[in-house]
């Protein structure tokens, strides 16, 4: 991808580049020199204990949405999907023999993408089987999967439910046609309420729905609209996006094209103010706000997101398929972006790493804490109990300023963002940031 500079973190326009922190140090800082040293690591038993996660990439979907930013392909024949399913297969296999990660068993599954419900079932018969039997699921307590829901039927849900996936999340984005439309999404409206519909049928311990404030053509009224439509459905959880606008984006594309410097979407402000109304409406239907992009029903059994927490608090995560991001024992690596190398490497035998980076003490720190963060507060004994550093004490002027603008209070031995502040965390995560990683790209 070309190298630009991201926009400042003041800007209020929505301008190219990333607002989203799903991780740190940056993915810019991690490198292909330090590939043979993580090799290395895993041909050792873990070091420290932590929970273990699977991330499973599905690359495919049926359309490109005008504003997606990951790895996905588009009009693959039945044969290149499954080359790649047994590619992941492998995959699978070899980690499963690493010394780093022998013998464990994930607590928590996520199948993401891209398109996992593209899959047939049959495919996904074949995945299901091929993963368990490399990393048995007898100790998984959550298995997500991901959903366009034009692409679900009865059947497939079925085997869903059958197969044992906990959180079913469908990318419903917005309840009106011609915006789901004009972003290039593949399903309608109809769509939905049947996907939905049959899921809830169905009995799936979770349903998720994510939506994006910002789409392309989105006003007040239709916010309100798709919000209340969504209130109707009354998901265990939803989950707001901000739209931003990377710059690997058919949006970002056309506006290089036609020279201009700001997205034909929603201003920041604008943005958060739907997010704050939207999160306004579900707690005064019995809904909860779990971090700075869920909202998590009350009544009945608790609604849990285990792989967000436990990513969160430092678990290990195992990721696979193409440009799949991993977490073992401190250190973050990456497989490679390209189909190809991808599969390659794992026809070598090897597996198919592009860049990595083994954090400092400070920056696992520092990763925990912004990534806590995101969730709206974070306690100070955790921090001193897992690094021995308080955080009040270590991170003082940040926090200062930030009680300062009226974003965050401290209260005892928990810090919590108000929502002025936890509406706009990932501009602000920026500030904890080891001064070389500040506003730097994560592409
Ligand atoms: C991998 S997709 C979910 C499954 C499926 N591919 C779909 O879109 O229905 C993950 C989610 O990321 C969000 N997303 C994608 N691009 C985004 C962007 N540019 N800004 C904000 N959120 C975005 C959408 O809410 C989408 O549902
Ligand atoms: S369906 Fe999901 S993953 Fe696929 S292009 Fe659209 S947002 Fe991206």
Same mark, same amino acid.
């Given at each position: ?11 209020? %326009? ?38 273990? *996660?699977?991330?499973?990439?599905? =690359? ?51 199948? *993401? ?34 959903? $366009? ?12 439910? &059958? ?17 789901? $439309? ?8 109809? @769509? ?8 809830? &049928?169905?009995?799936? =311990? ?29 998901? @265990? ?29 929603? @201003? ?9 109304? %939207? ?15 869920? #909202?998590?029903?009350?009544?009945? #059994? ?38 190809? #190398? ?13 860049? %990595?980076?083994?954090?400092? @003490? ?34 003082? $002027? ?7 603008? *009226?974003?965050? &209070? ?30 730097? =790209?994560?592409?």
């Amino acid at each position: 991808m070309e190298a630009q500079s991201p926009q400042p973190a003041t800007a209020e %326009a929505t301008a190219g580049g990333n607002y989203f922190v799903s991780n740190y140090p940056p993915f810019s800082f991690w490198t292909a020199e330090q590939v043979s040293e993580t090799r290395a690591q895993l041909a050792q038993p873990p070091v420290r204990e932590a929970p273990l *996660g699977i991330y499973c990439h599905i =690359p495919f979907c049926r359309k490109r949405c005008h504003f997606c930013y990951f790895k996905v392909y588009t009009g693959r024949n039945s044969a290149e999907i499954k080359a790649y399913l047994e590619t992941t297969l492998a995959e699978a296999r070899l980690y499963a023999t690493q010394p780093a990660l022998r013998g464990r068993k994930p607590e928590f599954i996520y199948f *993401g993408g891209g398109t996992p419900s593209y899959l047939s079932v049959g495919q996904l018969e074949h995945l299901f089987a091929g993963l368990q039997d490399a990393f048995p699921w007898d100790a998984t307590e959550e298995v997500t999967f991901e959903c $366009e829901p034009g692409t679900l039927n009865e059947r497939k849900l079925r085997f869903l439910k &059958e197969a044992g996936v906990t959180r079913l999340s469908l990318g419903v984005e917005s309840f009106v046609g011609e915006i789901l $439309e004009q972003n290039n999404r593949a399903h309608g409206v109809a @769509d939905i309420d049947k996907a939905y519909g049959l899921a809830r &049928e169905l009995g799936f =311990p979770q349903i998720n729905i994510d939506l994006i404030a910002g789409m392309l053509g989105e006003t007040d009224e239709l916010w309100q609209h798709s919000v209340e439509r969504t209130l109707e459905l009354a998901p @265990d959880s939803v989950t707001i996006y901000q739209m931003e606008i990377p710059f690997n984006t058919t949006i970002f594309r056309n506006m290089r094209e036609s020279g201009a410097p700001i997205a034909p979407v929603a @201003d920041w402000p604008t943005k958060r103010r739907w997010v704050g109304e %939207a999160f306004e409406r579900l707690e005064s239907a019995g809904y909860h706000i779990g971090s700075a992009y869920t #909202a998590v029903r009350k009544a009945g #059994a608790p609604t849990r997101f285990i792989y967000r927490d436990a990513l969160w608090t430092g678990a290990d995560l195992v990721g696979l398929g193409v440009a799949s991001f991993s977490h073992i024992g401190g250190t973050h690596f990456q497989n490679h972006g390209d189909v190809r #190398a991808y599969s390659s490497a794992l026809a070598g035998g090897e597996l198919p790493l592009a860049r %990595a980076l083994k954090m400092t @003490d400070e920056e696992r720190l520092l990763r925990e804490l912004v990534l806590q963060l995101k969730r709206g507060q974070v306690e100070v004994q955790r921090f001193e109990q897992r690094f021995g550093v308080d955080i009040r004490t270590r991170f003082a $002027e940040v926090f200062a300023g930030l009680v300062a603008e *009226g974003l965050l &209070e401290i209260d005892g031995g928990t810090i919590r963002l108000l929502r002025a502040g936890l509406l706009q965390v990932d501009f602000l995560l920026h500030r904890f940031f080891l001064p070389v990683h500040r506003n730097a =790209p994560y592409v």
